[in-house]
T-cell receptor, first 114, second 113 residues
Framework: EAGVAQSPRYKIIEKRQSVAFWCNPISGHATLYWYQQILGQGPKLLIQFQNNGVVDDSQLPKDRFSAERLKGVDSTLKIQPAKLEDSAVYLC????????????FGPGTRLLVL | DAKTTQPTSMDCAEGRAANLPCNHSTISGNEYVYWYRQIHSQGPQYIIHGLKNNETNEMASLIITEDRKSSTLILPHATLRDTAVYYCIVRVGNQGGYQKVTFGTGTKLQVIP
């Protein structure tokens, strides 16, 4: 089966600009996650969707970050306006949503904010 | 989720078994142990999970102590491609998959030729 797809792979922007990331999960996976991974740290969950509903966005900085998952498939994560500290890899993952369902991760988008 | 403690780094000779320990002394009865790894510049990859019995799959074996306060991930014949950061995570398993997976800083495993 095809894996989780993400685009773009790399993005360089200046602070205060906007940026958007796209994720296409594995077909049939109901649960979708966005993580932020700062260099040298483990991934940190930003938001979790079950189909097209949000089940956890407690660590999403809602003043600048937003995410949506229309029709319960693809998802976009947006940052507006970006800050220097947003430089990180943004990872998308999906899972079937079952009791022991592992998460399958995409390759990530590496963001550099100058 | 229960907190886990892992060594920061480990080395292993190519072809030998790599044994990666994880301490989870505050684990509760319904929490599972999961292992993921992250190869440089890639997203994390699921390896294996277990509750209290030892588990084995094509990638690795998971040994959980009887008191469940610690576990060991075993890569039986490490190769250079196994060089990665290995994350031990404990999480509750129930229907719906709504649990939040909290990654720590993991163990950086270096396989040496």
């Amino acid at each position: 089966e095809a894996g989780v797809a993400q685009s773009p792979r790399y993005k360089i922007i200046e602070k205060r600009q906007s940026v958007a990331f796209w994720c296409n999960p594995i077909s049939g996976h109901a649960t979708l996650y966005w993580y932020q991974q700062i260099l040298g740290q483990g991934p940190k969950l930003l938001i979790q969707f079950q189909n097209n509903g949000v089940v956890d966005d407690s660590q999403l900085p809602k003043d600048r970050f937003s995410a949506e998952r229309l029709k319960g498939v693809d998802s976009t994560l947006k940052i507006q306006p970006a800050k220097l500290e947003d430089s990180a890899v943004y990872l998308c993952a999906s899972s079937r949503g079952g009791m022991h369902s592992p998460q399958y991760f995409g390759p990530g988008t590496r963001l550099l904010v100058l | 989720d229960a907190k886990t403690t892992q060594p920061t780094s480990m080395d292993c000779a190519e072809g030998r078994a790599a044994n990666l320990p994880c301490n989870h002394s505050t684990i509760s009865g319904n929490e599972y142990v999961y292992w993921y790894r992250q190869i440089h510049s890639q997203g994390p990859q699921y390896i294996i999970h277990g509750l209290k019995n030892n588990e084995t799959n094509e990638m690795a074996s998971l040994i959980i102590t009887e008191d469940r306060k610690s576990s060991t991930l075993i890569l039986p014949h490490a190769t250079l491609r196994d060089t990665a950061v290995y994350y031990c995570i404990v999480r509750v398993g129930n229907q719906g998959g709504y649990q939040k997976v909290t990654f720590g800083t993991g163990t950086k495993l270096q396989v040496i030729p």
